[in-house]
């Protein structure tokens, strides 16, 4: 592990705030020793520049992280990696559960902005954007992840859910599926809309057809995978081989409805879902589904605020990142192309 | 929902801190503005005590929280359950995730001490509690979570995993099992080794024997607990009708193992978990599991570190809460008993 401001404070029976004075040139430190603390940073190949740096300003060494809701399990993997890279860098972080709720939002942002926090990273939906520029205006740094704000000049980092789409598509086709239904959250949602059109891309491009009529809405909760699968499965005419479900909880509701049909999956059945949980390994069969790079996209946000931190006209990157397909249990060839 | 600060100097157009001022007499504020602010607690129905009390000190509304790893759903619901509670009155949460590493352990309250927070809940295994001991000299708040330190004069929030253990114990007893086998943590954790005394009591309680060489210690993980099942049903001799698994996660390894060995759960073997998380709702058979309150106990361990910090001399509590019984579809009747 990287040697940190913590290791050379430890190394040199002093605090934190001592080793920063000695590389800051403040505070009263004797020069020998400074010279001492200078020689374990080196023996430790302690790189300060960003402790240094930020401890030169008036920085409380703090961010807030807003997110829909801790104990969604997406959220909580997201979560843990911003926090185990800001740690490194001796910043800690601040959980706030928004539900997705502009008035939670409203009341955090108050309460983060009264902390003095060096800058937010945003990761829940918010309908009114006005929240978001006002915030801007007032010089808080911001980043954005998982979620897109295309009408702020902001740092974002978020996973291809339009490759995402496709690459469900190519697999379900490259195991012979023709009939194929999606179940979508709220289509107000950005990732959604552009997982569909990725999806319908995929078909597209092999010369696939696909219905309209073949989405089905549903609220971002298992229970309500189950009902939109149900009505899928329980439709007139011919039933679909396979279906892309655009988050993992959904997908678990589909694996639930299959079962309360009587319906095989994968055998009669095959399904997709998106994100790669630790819910997605526990199903029965455990799930086929995009993986998004969940730590990769906690520690990346965390840099580039970090980035922004320490030079503010740094300029601003949208960082999208390329899902992965994990292939488990839930998917199969069609009924009699095995 | 109870008005809170934020409520009052929204409507009164000011800052939190203005509200606080007014409240403490603090501050330039004149004297037909804190008449106004005055008048919009009352209709608000807002009682200032618990904000007002604290505004009065040098206190930085910030709680640490150290768990091992926020990306747990158990932790997680905790960490949601505490982070609502501490919001309504104006706090907020620093989540520090330690993999029950003393290393990581010490480096976050260096942290957090660096920060100033008003108080620390601890819901991770220490392996030295010197660290604790050493903190409390620093006169710094605690407040344990789902962990014991009985050493130490501390707010303490636990289920009875004793009485968990028990009911686990009667309810497979009812079903008519017999042969009972347990998978288990490291007996080093304390839930553990009281889980299992419960349901041994509960067992030894309606003459029920039970052997030592049934329980099989796992690490913390599916994997983990689908290698000691498979262990058990794979001892020759009489196999186990069912295991009684000291969290949920042991249990998933369990229904894996099961499967894999060709078991039907439950028909064939009846398997109990304990904690209740999301992962017992998606799991095939949905999971029978001793449901420890979480929310509650993330809520009550938020009030008793608030309660220290408004009274320093309150009494040291320890607060036990009763767990309960959770019935889905992994248990059954012993086969030819139903």
């Given at each position: 592990?990287?040697?940190?401001?913590?290791?050379?404070?430890?190394?040199?029976?002093?605090?934190?705030?001592?080793?920063?004075?000695?590389?800051?040139g403040k505070?009263?430190?004797?020069?020998?020793?400074?010279?001492?603390?200078?020689k374990?940073?080196e023996?430790l190949?302690?790189?300060?520049?960003?402790?240094?740096s930020?401890?030169?300003?008036?920085?409380?060494?703090t961010?807030?992280?807003?997110?829909?809701?801790?104990?969604?399990?997406?959220?909580?993997?997201?979560?843990?990696?911003?926090e185990?890279?800001?740690h490194?860098?001796?910043?800690?972080?601040?959980?706030?559960?928004?539900?997705?709720?502009?008035e939670?939002?409203?009341?955090?942002?108050?309460?983060?902005?009264?902390k003095?926090?060096?800058?937010?990273i945003?990761g829940?939906?918010?309908?009114?954007?006005d929240?978001?520029?006002?915030?801007q205006?007032?010089?808080?740094?911001?980043?954005?992840i998982?979620r897109e704000?295309?009408?702020?000049?902001v740092?974002t980092?978020?996973?291809d859910?339009?490759?995402g789409?496709v690459?469900?598509?190519?697999h379900?086709?490259?195991?012979?599926?023709?009939r194929?239904?999606?179940l979508?959250?709220?289509?107000?949602v950005s990732s959604s809309?552009?997982?569909?059109?990725g999806?319908?891309q995929g078909?597209?491009?092999v010369?696939?057809?696909?219905?309209?009529?073949s989405?089905?809405?549903?609220?971002?909760?298992?229970?309500?995978?189950?009902?939109?699968?149900?009505?899928?499965?329980?439709?007139?005419g011919?039933?679909?081989t396979?279906?892309f479900?655009?988050n993992?909880?959904?997908?678990i509701?589909?694996i639930?409805?299959?079962?309360?049909a009587?319906?095989?999956?994968?055998?009669d059945?095959?399904?997709?879902?998106?994100?790669?949980?630790?819910l997605a390994?526990?199903?029965?069969?455990p799930?086929?589904?995009?993986?998004?790079?969940?730590?990769?996209?906690?520690k990346?946000?965390?840099?580039?605020?970090?980035?922004?931190?320490?030079?503010?006209?740094?300029?601003?990157?949208?960082?999208?990142?390329?899902?992965?397909?994990?292939?488990?249990q839930s998917t199969s060839h069609v009924?009699?192309?095995a």
């Amino acid at each position: 592990m990287k040697a940190t401001i913590y290791d050379v404070a430890k190394e040199a029976g002093v605090s934190i705030a001592t080793v920063s004075n000695a590389i800051n040139g403040k505070g009263k430190i004797s020069k020998k020793r400074r010279e001492e603390i200078f020689k374990i940073m080196e023996r430790l190949q302690y790189q300060p520049s960003v402790i240094a740096s930020a401890l030169t300003g008036k920085k409380t060494f703090t961010l807030g992280l807003l997110i829909p809701d801790i104990s969604n399990p997406f959220f909580a993997e997201i979560a843990r990696a911003i926090e185990d890279e800001a740690h490194q860098s001796g910043y800690s972080v601040i959980i706030c559960s928004t539900d997705n709720k502009d008035e939670r939002v409203e009341r955090y942002i108050a309460l983060l902005e009264s902390k003095s926090v060096d800058g937010i990273i945003i990761g829940t939906g918010i309908d009114n954007m006005d929240i978001l520029s006002q915030l801007q205006s007032r010089s808080v740094p911001l980043a954005m992840i998982a979620r897109e704000a295309s009408s702020l000049a902001v740092d974002t980092v978020v996973a291809d859910d339009f490759v995402g789409g496709v690459l469900a598509a190519e697999h379900l086709v490259s195991l012979g599926h023709k009939r194929l239904a999606v179940l979508s959250e709220n289509l107000k949602v950005s990732s959604s809309r552009e997982r569909i059109r990725g999806f319908r891309q995929g078909l597209a491009d092999v010369g696939v057809s696909f219905d309209d009529n073949s989405i089905v809405i549903c609220e971002y909760k298992v229970e309500e995978g189950k009902r939109g699968a149900l009505e899928l499965l329980q439709r007139g005419g011919e039933r679909p081989t396979a279906i892309f479900c655009c988050n993992d909880l959904l997908a678990i509701g589909a694996i639930q409805a299959a079962k309360e049909a009587g319906v095989r999956v994968p055998e009669d059945l095959s399904i997709v879902g998106f994100d790669d949980t630790i819910l997605a390994t526990v199903t029965d069969p455990p799930l086929t589904t995009v993986a998004q790079p969940m730590e990769h996209m906690g520690k990346l946000v965390f840099k580039l605020i970090l980035g922004h931190l320490q030079n503010k006209d740094s300029i601003r990157q949208r960082i999208v990142l390329r899902p992965e397909l994990t292939i488990r249990q839930s998917t199969s060839h069609v009924a009699g192309e095995a």
